[in-house]
């Protein structure tokens, strides 16, 4: 393991655009995750419409959503590095493009095979190319370092109002022209995200420069990062923690509408309950990017993810009315996905902006593969059992593990590894 001794860090260069240009570019990388993560966390409200029109069974669906959230990890680091070198503006291009051709193309699919590649090789990863990790790791390197929690925020709050949003249009669609036009017609809703690529322009080669000209220490290359990075026990206890966050958030998502249903609730509840999450979520990561240098961020991840468990618990033994899912649903949307502030925070503070897109989007796959078995097992369980109580025993237990994962993270600059060519 790497030492996690601190040092002193030279002072971050000054932010490359004045402050109005930094708001237009946290409104830009807020309004394209917003259109990209609205368009992914409401396709759990097409399952069913799906499961009746292919007939292959909700195990066999659930197989491709699992995909899709294993698939959005695997093209973060990847996206993010070629971010780091070539451009933001690049990737998150190609990646509102695949989004809507994906999300268009779906209800053409009529095979296990056919799913997969529309929801879970075109739409989830062009939603990761223009997903979390390009985005913030581009707020963070034009912000000063005393305002990178609140731009995640913001920027997190922006996925969260594209989810409040879209669910209520995915289903006004539904009710008007029919679930597959209505799929169809939010691929192309996703395009109103491409003008974000002529603001989120730039890559993290120059900025990187500037901090090796102050310090007098040549940059890491992605492989040195990547290495100091997996020798960090700090970072691998935050990635695990982070693998709890995937499953649970895969799980609701994708669902959550077949859990109202269950419980007997009309269709309708499960598209609020999805919107009441989007809405409270953004409460959730605006709050959450405030108190990003007001306490430790180890301590409000596991915080967030103890509230999960207990939330969850509560639930399974709760009456299963239509106010009480809402109520649920509003307190998971708190905790959703405000666990990604103090996530990008601490991954910023030990490495440093210079390959921040690359190694948050390492973290980020952790996270998808959580969500891989979060989706998968969740339809793979009510198929054998009919119920999804399994599914909630195995989130309480996981919830609880991430809480106390967190708690031996080092919050510091880590002492920088001398590159090879050095």
């Given amino acids: 393991m790497a030492n996690e001794q601190t040092f002193s860090a ?5 932010p490359a655009v004045p402050p109005i240009a930094i708001w237009l570019v946290l409104l830009a990388a807020a309004g ?5 993560m609205g368009t992914r966390q409401t396709m759990g409200l097409f399952l069913s419409s799906l499961n009746t029109s292919t007939g292959l069974g909700v195990g066999s669906i659930s197989l491709a959503f699992a995909f899709g959230q294993l698939w959005w990890g695997l093209t973060q680091p990847f996206a993010g590095a070629v971010a780091d070198r070539i451009g933001t503006g690049r990737v998150i291009f190609l990646g509102v493009v695949l989004v809507a051709l994906g999300t268009f193309i779906t209800p053409l699919m009529t095979t296990t095979a056919g799913l997969i590649f529309a929801i879970g090789v075109l739409a989830a990863g062009g939603a990761g190319m223009a997903g979390p990790s390009v985005l913030m790791a581009a707020s963070t390197r034009l912000v000063p370092a005393n305002k990178r929690g609140l731009a995640t925020g913001i920027v997190n709050a922006g996925g969260s109002f594209g989810q ?3 669910a209520p249009i995915a289903i006004g669609l539904t009710a008007a022209v029919g679930w597959a036009s209505a799929m169809q017609w939010l691929g192309v ?3 109103l995200a491409l003008p974000a690529v002529f603001v989120l322009k730039g890559n993290s080669k ?4 500037q901090a090796a000209a102050a310090s007098g220490v040549k940059a890491l290359t992605a492989r040195e990062a990547i290495a100091q990075a997996l020798g960090t026990r700090s970072y691998l206890y935050l ?3 982070f693998l709890v966050c995937g499953f649970h958030v895969a799980f609701l998502a994708t ?3 077949g859990v109202v249903a269950a419980c007997g609730l009309p269709p309708e509840v499960g598209g ?3 919107a009441m999450i989007g809405l409270f979520n953004i409460i959730g990561s605006l709050a959450m990017g405030w108190a990003v240098g007001r306490w430790r961020m180890k301590s409000l991840l596991s915080l967030l993810y103890a509230t999960r468990g207990l939330a969850v618990l509560i639930f399974l033994f709760a009456p299963k009315t239509t106010a009480v899912m809402l109520v649920f649903a509003a307190v998971m949307g708190v905790t959703f996905l405000s666990t990604v502030p103090p996530t990008a925070g601490l991954v910023a503070k030990m490495f440093g902006t210079a390959n921040m897109a690359m190694l948050f989007g390492v973290v980020m796959l952790s996270h998808q593969i959580g969500g891989f078995f979060g989706a998968y097992l969740g339809g793979s369980v009510f198929q054998a059992t009919g119920s999804y109580d399994w599914v909630w025993y195995i989130d309480i237990a996981l919830a609880l593990g991430a809480a106390l994962v967190n708690l031996p993270i080092r919050e510091a600059p880590l002492k920088r590894l001398v590159p090879a060519a050095a």
Avoid: I, Y
């Fill in 206 to 209: 120059a900025l990187a420069a």
């Fill in 10 to 14: 030279p002072a971050s260069p000054k």
């Fill in 164 to 166: 409040f949003a879209m």
């Fill in 255 to 257: 669902h959550l509408p």
């Fill in 272 to 274: 609020w309950s999805l």
């Fill in 189 to 191: 809703l996703v395009l």
């Fill in 239 to 241: 990635s695990a923690g």
């Fill in 32 to 36: 394209a995750f917003a259109l990209t």
